[in-house]
């Protein structure tokens, strides 16, 4: 069944281009993202509050830059453009890091080199997105297919990480933007090569979007505030492990790298097999039961003793992730279905909002009370997340969900 449904993604071009760059831009991020806090602490010497500081003016410029933009890129921008200028400020954000070593030219690039560049992520799942609308796929099953597409960028976590960690041996953290980078410049080329210049987009764009509408729905503010938290306790997991394997378990820089490398190994059949259960049960559901996930991943990572346990926990990271940014993605989209750039900015914006917050409080938890006292602190998160998603979810809104 799932070999019949994965049919007009091998056999259309668009959508085997789209496939290769959810991969390219997973690497990128792959190679980047486990490796951040030690990056700016151990290579570039910042203490634990400039770096929260550094990463918190980054998320923010992102917010900022991304807001202004998906709106823009929904009424007169194509995909394409957008597409372009996103992965050509990560080529000059990434390879500036490469480089920079002082607090202030750092700032700078990533606030924004790279806040232009996060837009990219937004707009490829726009892109994705438009192609659904234009295919002969039911709409019903659009959760499966956007999960396939995330499933691909997970695709290049399995080994991202591991490979980043062995770049980092032989050419240190040099070595690991250059490699993202790289990524990127053949997104960028794939982009121009692969997507239309005016990409077709259904009718009714032109409107205003009707975000600040959305939220004044309680529902989804509490939904919306539960992707904040569950957002800020994946950022604060993910800065914290590589320091939690290192310095509490006593563990190496390629300990980190198995860590992270081993998720997405189990990630693309959980992103099968939950995408399929989207189109069976209404989102939100299946949104409550990674949000339990989520919540028992963390308790379980308080508990370990030998970076060879973070291994085994890292199943249910897979779960957890699976769901939030696969399922997550499609429930978004459905609020604001002609303006996928918009709806998955909203998304986004919940992922970046909930990144700066966490950026502040992985620094402040981690320094006051130790690396696996963070960990705590992040199921709780999630569990107060979860009972958000227990608000009830509009009657019309429900409907599209299924």
Request: hydrophobic share 55%; charged share 10%; with cysteine.
């Amino acid at each position: 069944m799932l070999l019949a449904r994965a049919r007009p993604l091998y056999a259309s071009k668009p959508f085997r281009d789209l496939l290769v760059l959810n991969v390219l831009l997973g690497t990128s991020t792959a190679f980047v993202m486990p490796f951040m806090s030690m990056f700016g602490t151990l290579e570039v010497g910042m203490s634990l509050p400039a770096f929260g500081a550094f990463m918190t003016i980054n998320a923010v410029s992102g917010i900022v830059i991304a807001s202004a933009l998906a709106h823009y890129s929904d009424v007169h921008a194509s995909r394409r453009s957008m597409l372009l200028l996103g992965s050509l400020a990560g080529v000059a954000g990434y390879t500036g890091y490469a480089y920079f070593r002082s607090f202030v030219p750092l700032v700078l690039t990533g606030s924004l080199a790279l806040g232009v560049a996060s837009i990219t992520f937004a707009q490829l799942f726009a892109y994705a997105r438009d192609l659904l609308v234009q295919s002969d796929i039911e709409p019903s099953q659009s959760a499966l297919y956007i999960n396939v597409f995330r499933m691909f960028m997970a695709l290049a976590w399995t080994v991202g990480p591991a490979v980043a960690s062995f770049v980092a041996v032989r050419f240190s953290f040099r070595g690991i933007f250059l490699g993202a980078a790289l990524s990127l410049a053949v997104f960028a080329r794939v982009v121009w090569t692969g997507v239309p210049r005016h990409t077709p987009r259904p009718l009714g764009r032109t409107a205003p979007p009707p975000l600040f509408a959305s939220l004044a729905r309680a529902d989804v503010v509490a939904h919306f505030a539960a992707f904040v938290l569950i957002a800020a306790s994946t950022t604060i997991g993910m800065m914290n492990l590589p320091l939690f394997i290192v310095k509490t378990l006593g563990g190496s820089k390629a300990d980190v790298g198995i860590a992270f490398s081993v998720a997405p190994v189990f990630e693309l059949p959980f992103m099968l097999y939950f995408g399929w259960l989207a189109t069976r049960v209404p989102t939100e559901r299946v949104i409550r039961a990674g949000m339990v996930i989520s919540a028992t991943y963390f308790t379980c990572l308080v508990c370990v003793r030998a970076p060879w346990q973070v291994y085994l926990c890292q199943a249910l990271a897979a779960a957890a992730t699976a769901v939030v940014s696969g399922v997550a993605i499609t429930y978004f989209q459905g609020h604001l279905p002609e303006q996928p750039g918009t709806a998955t900015n909203l998304y986004s914006n919940a992922q970046r909002i909930g990144s700066t917050a966490g950026y502040f409080l992985f620094v402040v938890l981690a320094w006051r009370f130790g690396h696996r006292a963070v960990f705590e602190a992040c199921g709780l998160f999630a569990a107060i997340a979860l009972g958000l998603m227990l608000v009830p979810v509009h009657a019309s809104h429900a409907s599209r969900s299924r």
